[in-house]
């Protein structure tokens, strides 16, 4: 069982690293040295967000479906190929604006939406597998060995992209984007083989399967899942909307290189494990309610602290803000996965983590949109491009705030009465620290 989590880490390590070239270093070039549109990048960087809702129809698809025998593998090695496609095409789409913007645009739609639908397909059914393969017993363990290897490879990918850019060109950002995706097909591939058994046998088909409008309909008729999706939805759009900005906004405010705001993305790395491991332990002792609020009023704490240090021009305090984000990020990471997996139903793992996959990405796709918009409509208002950075980390304050209220009338308990026994594979994340 040790090998098959590593293996499915290593899954999970795949799909992470083929996105750290585009939110943390594509976005920043596009905006600074192509001097693209901000709200562009952000529509571009969006694209993936917009195929979502595919993961609950994907997952309930494959709950019943198999292909050749497998539920799961199929879907991985589809998306994993669309994944470092779409990453190894990106720079060339992206210079190919300057010089034609029509085809470079319709390129890049392409080419982004290419990434996107193979980050939906894979993350979906890897997390699926995850459940099946590990057993009741040992999917906290699953769990943690998967994102802790997510974060490991997101901090040395941003290491490494820093140290082959460490003299910017195109051809070099050509080559990194290259070996990045290269690497994550060798991760992905090592990760698949052997982990999911081969049923020789056909899915029985039971004569009551729901069309997909009726599995829509009933995830949406339940006042919980709805409040539990809306929390979800404006928590990670707040904490996550950033990712677009903050390279560009440390190049804007501090004038950092390249390969300085590649780092910013370690920084963050570092503590977001720091506070993964400080919420496993503290799993045990702090209900899952108060860690998810401790999360969110850290990120507010962060936000505040990075819109001060550009008003005050204090490196130092960004990186404090930056540090914050990280901690923020961790302490949301376990305590919200764990509600999430508390509000699955026994016997549709595919539909539900579909559901809260779904809620996860059209996070990403309004918090990127919002960032392009909002930035596009205060910086000439404000006559200040950090101003315009600034009224996107303030306006995430406030969702923020407005996450905490509707969590309040999220009640798991209700919820599990109301259905079958949940699946809790996170259930006191801090086994994973014994054995």
């Known amino acids: 069982m040790i090998r098959k989590r590593i293996q499915l880490g290593m899954i999970h390590m795949a799909v992470a690293v083929s996105l750290v070239p585009f939110n943390s270093t594509l976005n ?10 901000s709200l562009l990048v952000a529509a571009l960087v969006s694209l993936p967000y917009v195929f979502s809702p595919i993961q609950i129809a994907i997952g309930a698809f494959s709950d019943k479906y198999p292909v050749l025998g497998y539920k799961r593998t199929p879907y991985i090695i589809a998306g994993l190929l669309l994944c470092v496609g779409g990453l190894i095409a990106a720079p060339y ?28 397909l894979a993350s979906v059914s890897y997390f699926s597998l995850a459940t099946e393969v590990s057993g009741e ?5 699953t769990i943690a060995v998967m994102f802790f290897m997510m974060i490991v490879g997101i901090i040395l990918t941003s290491i490494s992209l820093g140290q082959m850019l460490e003299t910017y060109t195109p051809q070099t950002l050509e080559n990194a984007f290259r070996v990045v995706g290269y690497i994550a097909l060798g991760l992905g591939i090592g990760g698949i083989l052997g982990v999911e058994a081969r049923s020789a046998q056909p899915s029985e088909q039971t004569s ?15 006042k919980q899942v709805i409040r539990f999706f809306w929390y979800l939805l404006l928590l990670l759009t707040a904490i996550l909307g950033q990712d677009i900005l903050l390279e560009p906004y440390g190049a804007e405010a501090f004038g950092l290189s390249v390969q300085a ?11 977001f494990l720091l506070s993964l491991s400080l919420g496993a332990g503290l799993e045990r002792r702090v209900p899952k309610m108060v860690q998810a609020r401790i999360g969110a009023f850290t990120g507010i704490a962060a936000f505040l602290l990075i819109v001060a240090s550009g008003g005050l ?5 960004f990186y404090t803000g930056v540090t914050l984000l990280g901690l923020a990020t961790g302490l949301s990471t376990v305590s919200n996965l764990s509600l999430m ?12 983590i579909g559901a809260w996959g779904m809620a996860s990405a059209l996070a990403r796709l309004a918090g990127n949109l919002l960032s392009g918009v909002i930035r596009e409509s205060f910086t000439p208002l404000l006559q200040s491009a950090v ?48 054995g």
């Open 313 to 317: 021009e204090l490196l130092w305090l």
């Open 93 to 120: 789409v992206a210079y190919l604006m300057l010089d034609n913007r029509l085809l470079g645009i319709a390129l890049s739609v392409l080419v982004f939406g290419a990434w996107g639908m193979g980050y939906n």
């Open 28 to 37: 920043r070039v596009m905006i600074k040295e192509l001097a693209l549109s």
């Open 137 to 141: 017993e040992g999917r906290s363990r």
């Open 208 to 222: 009551d399967s729901q069309s997909w409008g009726q599995i829509y309909k009933s995830l949406a008729s339940d």
């Open 387 to 434: 101003g315009g950075y600034n009224a996107v980390f303030i306006l995430e304050i406030g969702i923020l705030i407005v996450s905490l209220t509707i969590l309040r009338g999220v009640d798991v308990s209700l919820f599990q009465r109301e259905r079958e026994p949940s699946l809790s594979y996170l259930e006191r994340v801090a086994i994973s620290n014994e």
């Open 261 to 271: 705001t590649t780092r910013i993305t370690a920084i963050w790395g570092v503590f």
């Open 341 to 352: 997996l508390d509000m699955t139903k026994a016997g549709s793992v595919g539909l539900f």
